[in-house]
């Protein structure tokens, strides 16, 4: 081995962390970055982010919130995991379905309204799987349909909200009373609660995983062809845009920017189109299938 290409190899040897597990199938990225650095014996916030981020703010890394970053830093590097492994723990897929950009300001403004700016939990899940999931970020999703139990919002001990991130770093541990998540019971789901979290799992875990219908060239066509089906929906119904709107309680605006499959100058929230697929019992899930067999 040459000289260059041996000190490259020293570097990435030394950078590389000890232990360096995959992400878990749905895992969140501050899930997936708490778990990498507690089990390298990394506990600090800021030990976190110098490692991941060094050239960077320490709030940067919790700024991002599950969102994909502009950069993965030097993520790819100390876990020796490729971007594509990496960024299924954001909703980087999520957007690419939507035509949108995966910005995090952007993604942010998508999402807007949909998700929980704390951990929501179940603590089954937690025993089972010792990882927090993307999918509990979304609060349309009220409960663990694997477990048949209510997602928490808080501490069953202190009531405490509990931060996506926590300094020192934890895994399942109340930052506040230092019980333990997983010891809490969660309510019941009834039979029809349980039945639609299922339906709703499967919604969000198709949305955040990637396929080929993401592509830059694919993407706004199924978006446009998406709020085609839905306007036809409408349509067959003998609806105006003003009373489905008024049903929905969402603006008249967000209904044209759906059914008009609008990506620049005024476009829908991730939370319209579920609302509005909602209205004609579908899931999401549905509707990409449908425009998936229409557009083939």
């Given at each position: 081995m040459n000289k260059p290409a041996q000190k490259v190899a020293e570097l990435y040897y030394f950078e590389l962390l000890p232990l360096h597990p995959q992400p878990?199938?749905?895992?969140?990225?501050?899930?997936?970055?708490?778990?990498?650095?507690?089990?390298?014996?990394?506990?600090?916030?800021?030990?976190?982010?110098?490692?991941?981020?060094?050239?960077q703010h320490q709030a940067s890394l919790y700024r991002f919130k599950d969102c994909p970053p502009l950069s993965l830093g030097k993520l790819p590097l100390i876990t020796s995991h490729p971007a594509t492994i990496l960024l299924p723990t954001t909703f980087y897929h999520l957007a690419r379905k939507f035509g949108r950009s995966v910005a995090t300001a952007q993604v942010t403004h998508f999402l807007d309204g949909s998700l929980a700016q704390h951990l929501r939990f179940c603590p089954r899940c937690l025993q089972d799987y010792n990882c927090y999931f993307l999918t509990w970020r979304?609060?349309?999703?009220?409960?663990?349909?694997?477990?048949?139990?209510?997602?928490?919002e808080q501490c069953g001990q202190c009531g405490q909200e509990i931060p996506l991130l926590t300094n020192p770093l934890s895994i399942g541990v109340c930052p506040g009373c230092k019980k333990a998540l997983k010891s809490v019971v969660s309510p019941a789901l009834s039979?029809?609660?349980?039945?639609?979290?299922?339906?709703?799992q499967r919604d969000l875990a198709y949305l955040l995983t990637p396929e080929p219908m993401e592509a830059n060239e694919v993407a706004p066509q199924v978006v446009k062809?998406?709020?085609?089906?839905?306007?036809?929906?409408r349509l067959s119904r003998?609806?105006?845009?003003?009373?489905v709107a008024k049903a929905l309680k969402l603006p008249s605006a967000q209904i044209v920017f759906i059914e008009q499959g609008r990506l620049k100058q005024g476009t829908a929230s991730f939370r319209a189109y579920q609302i509005y697929a909602n209205y004609f019992d579908l899931t999401l899930f549905d509707l990409f299938a449908m425009v998936r067999a229409e557009l083939v």
């Open positions: 878990q199938p749905l895992e969140s990225l501050t899930s997936y970055l708490s778990r990498l650095a507690i089990s390298n014996g990394f506990i600090s916030f800021a030990a976190l982010s110098e490692l991941v981020f060094p050239a979304f609060k349309a999703l009220r409960g663990c349909a694997e477990h048949g139990c209510h997602l928490l039979k029809r609660r349980r039945e639609a979290s299922l339906r709703q062809q998406l709020g085609r089906d839905l306007r036809q929906r003998s609806q105006s845009i003003r009373e």
